[in-house]
């Protein structure tokens, strides 16, 4: 499974996080981000999701909410996904195929391998920023289709955007989406942890949900914190623990894609807009080398226990 910015830290090299738009000299006219979306905290992305055009490639339904900021239909349904809605600045446009210009200074282009079961293409507007279009396949044989999947969605996104229909959700104030994690840890939290010396580069993203730290290697230990959506945790949960006073869970594995990875996570609020069970959630993913399964945990604790104290209570 490949996904963007949002939800994988692989995908970086597409959509990179950036916290102002590319360019601030789009044309009188222009679709840019902010002249559709208005507040990029609270806008709802399952706005932009049109269940009916996905008729000839099958049944769809919208997912279990995951997301402030991008929302999951699943196709048939089945092992077949699409994503939509995750801002980012997209940097290079010679990376996609197939690109189109759209009136209003649009464009969008086609990043795929249909084999390995993806197929990303973004609605980049005006100033520089894109909305993800990500569509990707679970299942154990190719499904062969996924660009008809991205590009279904694609004709629901661009109605919503040409009618400026994108709506907003309301939420409470004690609600995590109203909060920057960029804004609640300090950039060099992960200096001081051995490993992570340079990973001090911190980058949030335009909706303000999620922050990521980097180093100069892009193949070497990063982290991300986002504040998001899922399903409750189970009191006896494997791995619960206290971090920092909040009831969280730490899942862990030595070798995933590659990398170590260890996740810190802890409950909110309830999220209305969900099934049941659905919460607001802050979590920390943080990655390093296989057979460092320590420092990554060491370094996800760290980050959650300067992170979790400054969160409102649940």
Known sequence: MRVFGAMLLTAAVLLTGCTSPASGNAAAGAYTAKSVFGDFTTYDPCSLVDLDVFADVGRAKVGQPASFEYCTVDINPGDDKVMVGALAEV??????????????????????????????????FADGIGLTLNAWSEGDEPPGNLCEVADAAMTGVLAVVRSRGVEHHRYPADSLAAIDPCEVVAADVLAAVPGYAAVTDQQGFPAGH????????PDGPHA???????????????????VAGRPSVVSSKP???GRSWCQVDTDHIAYSGGQKDT?????????????????????????AAAAWPDLPKP
């Open 91 to 124: 940097p290079n446009r010679d990376d996609f195929e197939n690109v189109r210009n759209l009136p209003g200074g649009m464009w969008t282009g086609v990043y795929a391998d249909e084999d390995a079961g993806y197929c990303d293409t973004p609605l980049v």
């Open 210 to 217: 999620v922050c990521t730290w980097s180093g100069d290697d």
């Open 224 to 242: 991300q914190l986002t504040f998001g959506l899922g399903v409750r945790q189970e009191a006896d949960a494997v791995g619960a623990q206290d």
């Open 255 to 257: 070798d995933i894609g």
């Open 279 to 303: 919460v607001e959630k802050a979590t920390l993913d943080a990655y390093g080398p296989v057979g460092t399964i320590d420092q990554t945990c060491a370094a996800a604790l760290a980050v």
